[in-house]
């Protein structure tokens, strides 16, 4: 394992019961501290790929290593925010954001101030005793980040945290979730369909292949989001060649 | 004699009500109702919560009880009193026995059911920040169930009045049951209808008040 990779996929393979093969020969190292994208055709096994990162499926073969050590379930040097943002509705958003410290016995006192904190960072300052179902979609998804924050975990796994909130509050949060990840050289795995959003946000792309998955090509971005706005970003002729390329790439499963 | 003995005016039952519901007989007989009630409740609440939660999680005890429970739901509990007095003898823990029976399977039921559709996700996201089988057992699916069980509750509650009242209507020598067959015997129309109506009322209220708690539960699992 080189010195810089935090999480270590060693030949992966994942069949369902089923019988459907979802992945076969995964082998990819993700870098500490950078945020990777998994990107691929729908159904190639992207989601699949980040649950069994984050513990939550046992592969059919292979290894997942994480900071040098084989995994054999979730771990706490782990946390996860999920698409359907997972948010208990009896809960009010302190208690939900704080769920995470509540499992692992913080006394209530200590995991609510934390709570508070991160409630504050994600802009949801003052919605603390609101239920769930009071807010819209990209505030739970807030949440829901705030949530993974709270644990402190080296690596935050995300699987299409923004597919479920509309786009004028996507680039908003798009924005927020990278000044929040900035300074924390936090270690994200991040699953999308969409092309845009993976060559916006990642350092790094990880192209899945069509069924059964595995790492077809890596793309380095390398956009230079410091001193630009976003929108000149998105002009940027650096970052649209990227599009094109991805594009140019995942089109051949399509047909 | 006329309807009118039959059904004397209220007047004249609300008049013999407040001299009924003072005496010492009645006060007695509620306690004695109330104290089987509660008893009976309480073991059909936590063997049918238990056994619902085990028989959504577990296949094998859902094979083994799930047919028993269907039938036993639609059974006319009534009819096993005698065999019960038989084997607890004639008295409270017959009564008991009845009221367990009468509330137990329907909680069983609902208690399954909310279970088994409580949100995957959810229990998923609790194995994701490292919970254990306890901690997703009573933070997460037990409370994603709530809306379910208290319906169970409700439904057990309402079952569980009437237990209480057959029970002792054919044991017939103890609490309310002693009373009722003690107005209808001697024709005391007026105490026999404030006591239905004191018992009608009891039943109606306790169910009132679990539906209050279903709506509060309802309301904020409305993003289910």
């Known amino acids: 394992m080189s010195a810089d990779s935090i999480v270590k996929l060693k030949d992966i393979g994942k069949i369902y019961d089923t019988g459907v093969e979802a992945l076969k020969d995964v082998n990819f190292e993700f870098p500490v501290g950078k945020l990777s994208t998994l990107l691929g055709p729908s159904g190639c096994g992207k989601t699949t790929l980040l649950k069994i990162i984050g513990g939550l499926i046992d592969a059919t073969s292979g290894e997942v290593w994480v900071n040098g050590k084989p995994i054999s379930g979730p771990g706490p040097d782990r946390a996860f925010v999920f698409q359907d943002f997972a948010l208990m509705p009896w809960a009010t958003i302190l208690r939900n954001v704080a769920f995470g410290l509540e499992l692992r016995g913080v006394p209530k006192d200590e995991r609510l101030d934390i709570a508070r904190k991160y409630i504050k960072e994600v802009g949801l300052e003052g919605f603390e005793s609101n239920y769930p179902h009071q807010l819209s979609g990209g505030m739970r998804q807030r949440v829901g980040l705030a949530r993974a924050l709270t644990v402190d975990a080296d690596i935050i796994l995300m699987d299409e945290p923004f597919s479920s909130v509309d786009e004028q509050t996507r680039r908003k949060f798009q924005e927020d979730m990278l000044d929040l990840l900035q300074n924390r050289r936090k270690t994200v795995i991040f699953v999308t369909h969409r092309i845009e959003e993976a060559a916006y946000l990642s350092d790094l792309i990880v192209l899945l292949s069509a069924r059964p998955g595995s790492v077809s090509q890596v793309i380095k971005p390398d956009i230079d989001h410091s001193g630009k706005c976003p929108d000149e970003i998105r002009r940027d002729k650096n970052y649209l060649d990227i599009i094109d390329n991805i594009w140019r790439e995942l089109k051949v499963y399509l047909c | ?224």
Not at chain 2, 53 to 77: D, Q, Y
Not at chain 2, 120 to 125: D, H, I
Not at chain 2, 128 to 154: C, D, H, M, V, W
Request: glycine letters at 8%; one cysteine or more; proline letters at 2%.
């Open chain 2, 1 to 224: 004699m006329g309807v009118s003995s039959i059904f004397p005016p209220i007047s004249s039952i609300l008049m013999v009500a407040s001299t009924v519901l003072s005496s010492e007989k009645f006060i007695k007989a509620i306690e004695i109702s109330l104290r089987t009630f509660a008893l009976g409740m309480t073991l059909a609440l936590l063997v049918g919560i238990g056994l619902g939660a085990l028989m959504a999680r577990v296949k094998t005890v859902r094979e083994i009880l799930g047919t028993w429970v269907n039938i036993f739901v639609s059974a006319p509990i009534s009819a096993l009193v005698p065999i019960l007095m038989g084997i607890l003898g004639i008295g409270e823990a017959t009564v008991v026995a009845t009221v367990f029976l009468f509330a137990v399977f329907v909680i069983i039921l609902d208690t399954q059911v909310g279970i088994s559709k409580a949100d995957r996700s959810l229990v998923e996201m609790g194995h994701s920040f490292g919970a254990n089988r306890y901690q997703i057992f009573t933070k997460i699916l037990i409370l994603s169930a709530l809306p379910e069980i208290l319906a169970g509750i409700r439904l057990g509650v309402i079952r569980g009045v009437k237990g209480v009242v057959i029970g002792q209507l054919l044991i017939s020598i103890i609490g309310v049951g002693e009373l009722f067959e003690l107005y209808s015997k001697h024709f005391l129309m007026e105490e026999f209808w404030s006591l239905v109506i004191v018992v009608f009322a009891f039943a109606l209220l306790l169910s009132e008040a679990i539906a209050y708690c279903e709506r509060r539960v309802e309301y904020y699992a409305g993003s289910r």
